[in-house]
């Protein structure tokens, strides 16, 4: 073993926070040694999963026969329903509608019915084909746009906020719109698959490696299908090849199916599936048809709005009831509803059950809440971008009215007037606004268009209880940390953020501090990964572990050298003892000759929030992260084809624990954002089936489709206005939406063809396609005007 | 054909290592013999089906005697196919050690990894670059990415690592290449000129000895599935799990791989791939630069040939239309005899081409533009790259001296059940003056010649409206007009 050479005299640790560090795992990501779930070497005998997927969209399952599978090749065993030892239901909602294998009946296409044992995984994949299934079919719903969201079946209650009279004040309106649109979903397309592997124990033990985002979700539900307590199951996931959401809830039914088998056979047993298999079988972003009323004045001041969103929650509740909440949650985005009514529906479908993904029904909302502004804009013959200004929430600080959410939060922070004044200053808005007025009437068949749009974005989850998190922090002996909490790592940097919190509490630098894989056995009852809350949680909580031992190395320091406590001080690297100094590692091998405990538990909760969800009243959001994004494009009125000119953003997150990090975070997530509005479009075939079940026909941004002038800064002026972990802000959904601003920049140019007189009601994505087919509508629309 | 001497087992080089195999599977991909034989878990699964680019790995093989490493998809690439190869994968890059290489050091320092499980397989791909070129422009690296997918970095960061990657290290330094010369004397003594057949009755592949030989084999066996740069084929078994075996490799069958040009005609063997065909393509006929640098990604591009992309037929290929456009001609071949057809009667139906069994595509000829001629091809799909077409229009015009059109070839893909002419479309156009009210006029008759479907890529409705818009387009670059008729990423220089 190398002895360890801290650099005693050093003015700062490195890689403490507030600094610039590189991912943890940098450097064994790039050399392919950072192991995922599928690169674990298997326990010998390992046996491998093929899943039976339902050929029909809606059906009774009238006969299932097996028996050719079973007789394939390498099969040990196929499981149905009959062989999960618990309850047959993966619902994290608690609402018994998530079977792990259908029973009796399938709900949508690519419902998996059974799944294959066999030697090899390939053995099982071709095994799963040659199952003989009849079924009855029914009549399937496969889309929301047709139906009533009064009237259809939902699969959990909505939602209902209301603040002020919206009827009343859209019917006193000088001027009103009402019209509705259709926002498309979004498949996660995480690069490594959903993937669990299961190794048996002794009695009812069993530990699942499992990629998830929820290791105390996944163990609850894994222990809920074998029928045994959760203290039998652990899960642990060192990463994930990406999450985005997707594996919140979605994992579980792998786990579950792996455990089974392996509890059953007495033999490890590995789930991966196939990327047509996830992209078919597990849920998505939930794609929304969005119903609203506006009435404002001949200014463009808003005085009443009324929405409807509509959601396809596909054929489970899942997650889609907190998901339509966070709609509802940010239909205001950054603006004041003197009155507002808005409602969810989360619709029953025979589609994939959806699901959470980055911004959890927020960006939907916000989409609803840009559509709202430009519809006034067309009205009254304004940039958008004046009616935004004129709409926004009081700034923080002023003493307006203009502050209470349509949930009756009062904004307390709001900065995104300063945010939008600088990068409407940074990117030349107004200069470019005119140059693309020129050349847009000198250009016959390419158009451009500009759009600045801002983001205010809620922070907590809705749901109170998980709010909290947990730490568990070893001192050893050497002075060296290990260091363990419940949040998952899927590349958002959350392991490095939160090593760089107790580095600084401690004052060791960062590679004293070792980052390990998440597990409920050291950590319990931890909420997912989700809501951007990772390193808001449990960097908290890893904070208080290490201030306990923290204390406790003072408390012993102070007693041994007779020093009041006030007088020990933590450097980097050395403790300041009174007059001398001593290095860390010294100081921790004294206390622990000296039977000091230097281990710790963490605990934290968000201080401040409360939800009544039956009132629609309440503090819902510890505070804000703010943003702006401003995009221009160009677009071949021809063909509908169009590029990303040039984005500029402005993000806030607080004092950033890491801007390297937080940089990574805003353009991934303006890119992802971006994706789901313009190319990613997931299709349905009249039969139900969907027809974009892998990259060949689903399109995700490549590096030639982000913007060809991309300028991206944080605000280097703000803090969280909470006590927050070192004043940081969140960063992992917020920066999402500020990919609407390509979607109404696309629209900008898109109304140039009529002038700017005619609202495109440009709906997403928008492909080509969309795109060409709106300005087809506008032209013939101002052509009948002529 | 007794008189070919064959062999029973093939050999490569996987990293540093000779490998001999006589037991490996006609469909058994590269990837799964890395992960699953060899432990060798750097490279990922994303796909299986060579759009993500998770499974990039780098293939070396002599091409003209001269070593190329290029990037291919490891997840499509069959194992048989590696005859006489050098594989390269992500554990070989850092040579032992604690030193990164300096794509994977550019990699760290910019932050270009999030999650990490893409990476492997973007520093296989800016490896592959940068030894070619190691101060490339953007358009040159997000070329060479237009194959690997990132969900978590928005892509800059990667950029930003790819521009800086020669600040870490000198390409003439990387061991690769400082070993190119051994490597190469490795490779050369592989190639022994036999046929390789490994396998029992029909659970077998073969790699036949020259293109005679091949002749010979598939004469012998004509449901054997040929397999040229699986890039479609390696679908077929990793998507749908078909049996493709007899198989018959062809990829490194050095008589395939000519491309030569004769009295103004350029043929093209079976076996050249996009990439090999780029550079003479895309000077003498620059149109088709554009488009080859829109089929696939690089991967694809380095392992599917324009042979394949015509053999198989497909409604949506991307080279037929400019090809008929252009009047390409075919060779078949089947054992010693062979015949000439013109490319558009090559395509009979919906998955039914004029190829007798055991017959074979041994060459494309295309006919070089006139000077004077007009030639464009445009393809529109969902995403500007790595997409497959919605819809492709391919025109080819000679004008009168006194204006009117002379001659004119239109063919779309994606428009009917095979790669088709717009005839009506031509008639409405030949003898008329070619002006923007004869297009208009021709513009009306498309629905004579296309009833398109609606599918994941497109309505009917888009597809018959940008099939004719696509028309005015070329009509306006004919003009040489100076305004945008379209948008790019990449200006013309």
Redesign the interface.
């Given at each position: 073993m190398t002895q360890h050479q801290p650099n005693l005299t050093a003015a700062k640790i490195t890689g403490g926070v507030h600094t610039e560090q590189?991912?943890d795992?940098?450097?064994?990501?790039?050399?392919?040694?950072?192991?995922?779930i599928?690169?674990m070497?298997e326990p010998a005998g390992t046996l491998h999963i093929g899943l039976g997927l339902s050929n029909v969209t809606h059906g009774t399952l009238k006969s299932v026969d097996l028996t050719a599978v079973r007789a394939a090749p390498g099969v040990v065993d196929v499981l149905t329903h009959a062989d999960v030892p618990g309850e047959n239901d993966v619902s994290p909602s608690g609402m018994h509608d998530d079977p792990v294998f259908a029973e009796g009946k399938v709900q949508f296409h690519g419902q998996p019915i059974f799944a294959v044992v066999a030697k090899t995984r390939?053995q099982a994949?071709?095994a799963a084909?040659l199952a003989k299934i009849e079924y009855e079919e029914l009549p399937a719903i496969i889309s929301i746009w047709d139906l009533d969201p009064e009237k259809d079946k939902q699969v959990t209650s909505p939602l209902t906020l209301n603040r002020g009279d919206a009827a009343a004040a859209i019917a006193a309106a000088p001027r009103k719109v009402k019209a509705r649109m259709k926002l498309g979903g979004q498949d996660?397309?995480?690069?490594?698959?959903q993937v669990s592997l299961a190794v048996p124990g002794e009695d009812d033990e069993v530990v699942v490696y499992c990629s998830t985002q929820g290791p105390s979700e996944t163990q609850h539900l894994v222990s809920h299908v074998l029928g045994v307590p959760s203290h039998a199951v652990t899960v642990e996931v060192r990463?994930?090849?990406?999450?985005?959401g997707g594996k919140e809830t979605q994992a579980n039914q792998c786990a579950a199916i792996a455990a089974i088998a392996a509890k059953k056979h007495k033999r490890a047993v590995k789930v991966r599936l196939?990327?047509?298999e996830d992209m078919t079988a597990t849920g998505k972003r939930h794609d929304f048809a969005i119903d609203y009323e506006v009435g404002f004045d001949d200014e463009g001041r808003i005085l009443g709005v009324d929405f409807m969103f509509a959601l396809n929650a596909g054929f489970s509740a899942d997650l889609s009831g907190p998901v339509g909440d966070r709609a509802l949650f940010h239909c205001d985005n950054a603006y004041f509803y003197p009155n507002v009514h808005a409602k969810s529906a989360p619709l029953y479908t025979n589609t994939v059950s959806n699901t959470a993904f980055r911004g959890f029904g927020g960006p939907q909302g916000m989409v609803g809440a840009e559509r709202v502004i430009e519809e006034v804009a067309f009205a009254v013959g304004k940039d958008p971008l004046e009616i935004r200004k004129l709409n926004f929430y009081d700034a923080m600080g002023t003493p307006g009215e203009r502050n209470l959410t349509p949930y009756h939060q009062k904004v307390e922070d709001n900065i995104i007037h300063r945010i939008v004044a600088e990068l409407e200053e940074s990117s030349s808005y107004q200069r470019r606004r005119r140059e693309i007025a020129a050349f847009n009437n000198?250009?016959?068949?390419?158009k451009r268009g500009l759009a600045l749009t801002p983001v205010k974005f809620g922070i907590s989850f809705t749901k109170t209880e998980s709010n909290q998190a947990g730490a568990l922090v070893h001192v050893y002996a050497d002075g060296s940390v290990h260091m363990n909490h419940g949040g998952t790592e899927?590349?958002?940097?959350l392991h490095l953020k939160v090593a760089q919190v107790v580095a600084e509490e401690f004052q060791i630098d960062l590679d004293r501090v070792k980052i390990t894989a998440t597990t409920t056995a050291k950590v319990p009852n931890t909420a997912p990964t989700a809501a951007s809350s990772g390193a808001d949680l449990n960097g908290m909580a890893a904070q208080n572990a290490a201030r306990q031992i923290r204390k406790r190395l003072t408390d012993f320091a102070a007693e041994k050298y007779q020093v009041p406590a006030d007088q020990i001080v933590f450097l980097p690297n050395r403790v300041r003892v009174g007059n001398q100094e001593i290095s860390f590692n010294d100081l921790v091998k004294q206390a622990y000759l000296n039977r000091i405990q230097l281990s710790a538990a963490g605990h934290y909760k968000t201080p401040k929030i409360h939800w009544d969800r039956s009132k629609g009243r309440g503090h819902a959001f510890y505070y804000y992260a703010y943003g702006a994004a401003c995009s221009e494009v160009?677009?071949?009125t021809?063909?509908?084809?169009?590029?990303i000119e040039r984005a500029d953003i402005l993000h806030d997150t607080g004092r950033s624990l890491n801007r390297?990090?937080d940089?990574?975070q805003v353009?991934?997530?303006?890119?992802?954002g971006t994706g789901w509005l313009t190319?990613e479009?997931l299709?349905w075939?009249g039969k139900g089936r969907l027809?974009?079940h892998?990259?060949?026909?689903y399109?995700?941004?490549?590096?030639?489709?982000?913007p060809?002038i991309?300028n991206?800064a944080l605000t280097d002026w703000s803090e969280a206005y909470e006590p927050t972990v070192h004043r940081s802000k969140a960063v992992g959904e917020p920066p999402l939406p500020l990919g609407i601003s390509v979607l109404q920049a696309l629209s900008d140019a898109v109304a140039s063809v009529a002038d700017h007189k005619i609202s495109p009601r440009l709906d997403a994505p928008a492909?080509?396609?969309r795109v060409?087919?709106a300005i087809?509508r506008l032209r013939a629309e101002a052509a009948q005007v002529k | 054909m007794a008189t070919v001497k064959t062999r029973n087992q093939i050999r490569f080089i996987l990293n540093g290592e000779d490998v001999q195999l006589s037991d490996v599977a006609p469909a058994e991909t590269l990837l799964?013999y890395l992960?699953l034989s060899r432990?060798l878990?750097?490279?990922?699964?994303?796909?299986?089906?060579g759009?993500?680019g998770?499974c990039t790995v780098l293939v070396g093989r002599l091409a003209g005697g001269k070593l190329v490493y290029e990037s291919v998809n490891a997840c499509i690439r069959f194992v048989g196919s590696l005859d006489g190869c050098h594989v390269v994968?992500?554990?070989h890059?850092?040579g032992g050690g604690d030193k990164?290489h300096p794509?994977?050091?550019a990699?760290?320092?910019f932050?270009?990894?999030?999650?990490?499980?893409?990476?492997?397989g973007f520093?296989m791909s800016l490896y592959g670059l940068w030894m070619v070129s190691p101060e490339p422009s953007d358009a040159a690296?997000?070329?060479a990415?237009?194959g690997?997918?990132?969900?978590?970095?928005?892509?800059?960061?990667?950029?930003r690592a790819a521009r800086a990657i020669s600040d870490y290290g000198k390409v003439a330094k990387d061991p690769l290449l400082a070993e190119r010369k051994a490597i190469t004397a490795r490779l050369e003594a592989l190639r022994d000129g036999t046929r390789v057949e490994v396998g029992e009755g029909r659970d077998r592949f073969v790699i036949p000895a020259d293109v005679d030989d091949l002749a010979a084999v598939l004469e012998a066996e004509p449901t054997a599935t040929v397999v040229a740069g699986s890039t479609d084929v390696g679908l077929w078994v990793t998507?749908h799990?078909r049996d493709i075996a007899p198989a018959v490799f062809i990829a490194n069958i050095d008589g395939l791989h000519s491309l030569s040009e004769d009295k103004g005609v350029i043929s093209i063997g079976a076996g050249v791939t996009y990439t090999e065909a780029f550079e003479t393509l895309s000077k003498r006929i620059p149109a088709l630069g554009p488009l080859i640098d829109r089929i696939g990604g690089e991967q694809v591009r380095n392992m599917g040939t324009i042979g394949g992309n015509v053999a198989n037929g497909s409604p949506i290929g991307d080279t037929p239309p400019p090809l008929i456009a252009l009047g390409a001609t075919l060779t078949l071949r089947k054992g010693k005899a062979r015949r000439a057809i013109p490319l558009q009667d090559f395509f009979v139906a919906y998955g039914k081409q004029d190829r007798a069994p055991g017959e074979f595509v041994e060459a494309v000829h295309v006919p070089v533009p006139a000077k004077g001629d007009h030639f464009a091809v445009?393809k529109?799909?969902?995403?500007?790259?790595?997409?497959?077409t919605?819809a492709l229009g391919a025109f080819w015009l000679q004008l009168a001296k006194d204006g009117t059109v002379a001659d004119v070839r239109i063919a779309y893909g994606g428009m009917a059940a095979t790669p088709k002419r717009a005839s009506a479309v031509e008639k409405a156009l030949l003898g008329q003056p070619w002006s923007e009210a004869t297009v208009e006029a021709a513009m009306a008759r498309y629905a004579e010649d296309f009833t398109p479907l609606t599918?994941?890529?497109?309505?009917a409705?888009?597809r018959a409206?940008?099939a004719k818009?696509?028309l005015?387009?070329f009509y306006?670059e004919t003009t040489g007009t100076k305004?945008?008729?379209?948008?790019?990423?990449y200006e013309a220089a």
């Open positions: 590189r991912h795992s940098a450097h064994k990501h790039v050399s392919g040694d950072a192991v995922y599928d690169d070497p390939e994949r071709r084909r996660h397309f995480y690069l490594e698959g990463r994930m090849g990406g999450g985005f196939d990327r047509d000198n250009s016959r068949f390419v899927m590349g958002q940097g160009s677009v071949d021809l063909t509908g084809e169009y590029v390297a990090i940089i990574g353009e991934g997530g303006f890119v992802q190319t479009e299709w075939d027809r974009t892998a990259p060949s026909t399109k995700i941004p490549l590096a030639s489709d982000r060809k991309f991206v492909t080509p396609e060409l087919m087809e | 799964d992960r432990s878990r750097g490279t990922k699964e994303g796909c299986a089906e759009d993500c998770a994968t992500i554990e890059l850092a990164l794509v994977q050091q990699m760290v320092d932050h270009g990894s999030q999650c990490g499980f893409c990476t492997p520093v690296i997000e070329k990415l237009q690997n997918l990132c969900r978590c970095t928005g892509y800059e960061a990667i950029m998507k799990m445009y529109v799909t969902k995403r500007r790259d790595e997409d497959i919605a599918d994941m890529r497109a309505t409705e888009y409206l940008v818009n696509l005015l387009r306006m305004a945008p008729l379209t948008v790019s990423r």
